[in-house]
Nanobody
C-alpha cells in the first residue's frame, strides 16, 4: 500500500514562509504526478509530473514552488509570502492513472 506522510505545517504570521514535505513510500517516478492540494475539496495547489513539469495554481503563483528529491522520494512545497487565505489543511496526493493516493494532511495556519 502506498503511503504518503506530510510534515512541515504549523502557525506562521502573514508574510512568512513554510516548507511542507511529503515522503512517499515508493519511487515517485512510479506516479504520473505528485502534488499538493488543500481544503476539504482538495483543490490543486501545485504538482510535479514524472517529467518534471510543474503546475502551480493561480492563487499561489509566484509565491509557492514545488520540488522533489528523487533520492529520498520526497516532494516539497515551499510557501513564501503567506497570506491568511492560505490557511487550510494541505494534502499530498500521488496520481497513478485514475487513482490518487493521499496522505493524512498537515495544517497550515497563517495569522494576520
Amino acid at each position: 500500500q502506498v503511503q504518503l506522510v506530510e510534515s512541515g505545517g504549523g502557525l506562521v504570521q502573514a508574510g512568512g514562509s513554510l516548507r511542507l514535505s511529503c515522503a512517499v513510500s515508493e519511487n515517485i517516478f512510479n506516479f504520473n504526478s505528485v502534488g499538493w492540494y488543500r481544503q476539504a475539496q482538495r483543490e490543486l495547489v501545485a504538482r510535479i509530473n514524472v517529467g518534471g513539469v510543474t503546475t502551480i495554481a493561480e492563487p499561489v503563483k509566484g509565491r509557492f514552488t514545488i520540488s522533489r528529491d528523487s533520492a529520498t522520494n520526497t516532494v516539497y512545497l515551499q510557501m513564501n509570502s503567506l497570506k491568511p487565505e492560505d490557511t487550510a489543511d494541505y494534502f499530498c496526493g500521488a496520481v497513478l492513472l485514475s487513482r490518487t493516493f493521499w496522505g493524512q494532511g498537515t495544517q497550515v495556519t497563517v495569522s494576520s
